[in-house]
C-alpha cells in the first residue's frame, strides 16, 4: 500500500511536532510538484528533438541532403517564420505523412 504520506505523526502529540510536520510535508510536495514539472518539460524537450531527426532524416532520405544540410534548413525556415524548429519539424513529418499516403513525396527539387 502506498499513501503517498510526506510526513509521520506519533504520540503522544505535540504542538510543535505536528506543526514541524505539517512545514516539512508542505515543502516536500512542492519539492516533488517542482521536479514533475522539471520532468514534463524534459520529456517534450526530448519529443521534440524525436521530431527534429525524424524531419532530418525524411529531407536527407528524399531529397539527398546530408544532415547537417537537412538541419541548416530547417533551421533557417524556422527562424524565417520566427517559428520554433519543433514546430517546422512537425509540420514536415505532418505533410509528409499526409502526402504519403497521396503516393506523392516532398521533393526540394526545382522545377524545370
Known amino acids: 500500500m502506498d ?14 511536532g505536528v506543526l514541524t510536520q505539517f512545514a516539512l510535508a508542505r515543502y516536500r510536495r512542492g519539492y516533488e ?8 518539460k524534459l520529456e517534450d524537450t526530448m519529443k521534440g528533438r524525436r521530431t527534429v531527426e525524424k524531419a532530418v532524416r525524411l529531407l536527407t532520405e528524399l531529397n539527398g541532403l546530408d544532415e547537417d ?3 541548416k534548413l530547417l533551421r533557417d525556415r524556422a527562424t ?6 519543433t514546430s517546422v519539424a512537425e509540420g514536415l513529418v505532418t ?9 506523392l513525396h516532398i521533393s526540394l ?3 524545370r
Open 95 to 103: 505533410a509528409h505523412e499526409a502526402m504519403s499516403g497521396l503516393g
Open 80 to 85: 524565417a517564420t520566427r517559428a520554433p524548429m
Open 33 to 40: 510538484g517542482r521536479l514533475t514539472s522539471k520532468i514534463n
Open 3 to 16: 499513501f503517498n504520506a510526506h510526513g509521520v505523526l506519533a504520540k503522544p502529540l505535540r504542538p510543535r
Open 69 to 71: 544540410a537537412a538541419y
Open 109 to 111: 527539387a526545382e522545377r
